[in-house]
T-cell receptor, first 118, second 117 residues
Framework: AQTVTQSQPEMSVQEAETVTLSCTYD???????LFWYKQPPSRQMILVIRQEAYKQQNATENRFSVNFQKAAKSFSLKISDSQLGDTAMYFCAFREGYSGAGSYQLTFGKGTKLSVIP | NAGVTQTPKFRVLKTGQSMTLLCAQDMNHEYMYWYRQDPGMGLRLIHY???????AKGEVPDGYNVSRLKKQNFLLGLESAAPSQTSVYFC????????????????FGDGTRLSIL
C-alpha cells in the first residue's frame, strides 16, 4: 500500500517570503500522479498543483511550484511571494496511474498547517 | 458553477440513529467518492463509484453503505450511527482515470460536519 508522509505539522512564513512544504511517498509503482491540495478555514479542498510521474519537468502554477525528485520519492511544494490568503492546511496526495482499484483512490498525507504572518 | 454539492452541511445525531448524506455533481463526472477527515489526519476513502449502478469499498468502509442510482448523485448512508463516525465527510468526483483522463484531479464538495452523541 502507498503511504504519504508530511513531516512538518505546522509552518509559518512572513508575508511576501518563500516557503517550502515537504512531502515524501512510498510506492513500488512507476506510473502515478501527485497532487497538492489546499484546505483553508472554509474547509474547501482546493487543487493547487499536480505532477505526472513520467514528466521530468517540475509543475508550476503562478506562485506555486514543485520540486519532484522521483528517485528520492520526494514532492515538495514551494510557495513564492506568500500572501495572507495562503494560510491553510496543505495536503499532499498520491494516486496510482494504471487502471485498477488503486487508480481510483487518493492517498493523503496528514497535512501541514501553514500560517502566513503579516 | 455549482460543481460538487453536499447536503446537509451540519448534522447532529444520537447513537443508533440513521441518516443519509447526499452528494450531487453537475460536471458529468463518471467517478464519485466519499471520504472522511478526522483531526490530525488526511482524508480517507470510505467508498467510491466508477459509474451509475456501481459501488466499491475504499479504505474504511465499515459502518457505511452507498448507492449511485443516478450518475450525478452519490449517497452515503449510516444505518446505525456510532460516536466513532463523528467526522467531516467529503464527497468528490472526477472524470475517468483511464486513458487520456488519467491525470484528472478530484473535485471536492464543501464537506458535511457530522457529530454523533
Amino acid at each position: 500500500a502507498q503511504t504519504v508522509t508530511q513531516s512538518q505539522p505546522e509552518m509559518s512564513v512572513q508575508e511576501a517570503e518563500t516557503v517550502t512544504l515537504s512531502c515524501t511517498y512510498d510506492t513500488s509503482e512507476s506510473n502515478y500522479y501527485l497532487f497538492w491540495y489546499k484546505q483553508p478555514p472554509s474547509r474547501q479542498m482546493i487543487l493547487v498543483i499536480r505532477q505526472e510521474a513520467y514528466k521530468q519537468q517540475n509543475a508550476t502554477e503562478n506562485r506555486f511550484s514543485v520540486n519532484f525528485q522521483k528517485a528520492a520519492k520526494s514532492f515538495s511544494l514551494k510557495i513564492s511571494d506568500s500572501q495572507l490568503g495562503d494560510t491553510a492546511m496543505y495536503f499532499c496526495a498520491f494516486r496510482e496511474g494504471y487502471s485498477g482499484a488503486g487508480s481510483y483512490q487518493l492517498t493523503f498525507g496528514k497535512g501541514t498547517k501553514l500560517s502566513v504572518i503579516p | 458553477n455549482a460543481g460538487v454539492t453536499q447536503t446537509p452541511k451540519f448534522r447532529v445525531l444520537k447513537t443508533g440513529q440513521s441518516m443519509t448524506l447526499l452528494c450531487a455533481q453537475d460536471m458529468n463526472h463518471e467517478y464519485m467518492y466519499w471520504y472522511r477527515q478526522d483531526p490530525g489526519m488526511g482524508l480517507r476513502l470510505i467508498h467510491y463509484s466508477v459509474g451509475e449502478g456501481t459501488t466499491a469499498k475504499g479504505e474504511v468502509p465499515d459502518g457505511y453503505n452507498v448507492s449511485r442510482l443516478k450518475k450525478q448523485n452519490f449517497l452515503l448512508g449510516l444505518e446505525s450511527a456510532a460516536p466513532s463516525q463523528t467526522s467531516v465527510y467529503f464527497c468528490a468526483s472526477s472524470y475517468s482515470t483511464a486513458g487520456l483522463g488519467s491525470n484528472q484531479p478530484q473535485h471536492f464538495g464543501d464537506g458535511t460536519r457530522l457529530s454523533i452523541l
